[in-house]
């Protein structure tokens, strides 16, 4: 199992830069991917970034905006945003995938807040 804690959630005006972090419980070497997801209020949770494997994915609405990062001595993974937009308030959450024999287990962190208004 891992578990994960999230931060740097908050309230910014639009245009304006966050950087959220998840530290995990176990190292993340051990850990096939790991990403961040968000819900808007009255919307399904979508993803926003994942990283596997050096590779990197972001939803089209996001990239060249957000950027997602692994610090592996920390054990964390960090998500910058840059030019926020109103549409971008949401909870946010950090999400681990651990391959198991022959399926994937997946962790989610508590969610953070992230408000972008005026």
């Known amino acids: 199992q891992v578990q994960l804690v999230e931060s740097g959630g908050g309230l910014v005006q639009p245009g304006g830069s966050l950087r959220l972090s998840c530290a995990s419980s176990?190292?993340?070497?051990?850990?096939?991917?790991m990403g961040w997801h968000r819900q808007a209020p009255g919307k399904q949770r979508e993803l926003v970034a994942i990283?596997?494997?050096?590779?990197?994915e972001y939803a089209d609405s996001v990239k060249d905006r957000f950027t997602i990062s692994t610090d592996n001595a920390k054990n964390t993974v960090y998500l910058q945003m840059n030019s926020l937009e109103p549409e971008d308030t949401a909870v946010y959450y950090c999400?681990?995938?651990?391959?198991?024999?022959?399926?994937?287990?997946?962790?989610w962190g508590q969610g953070t807040q992230v408000t972008v208004s005026s």
């Open positions: 999400l681990a995938r651990i391959a198991g024999i022959g399926t994937y287990y997946y962790y």
């Open positions: 990283t596997s494997g050096g590779t990197t």
């Open positions: 176990r190292d993340i070497f051990s850990i096939n991917a």
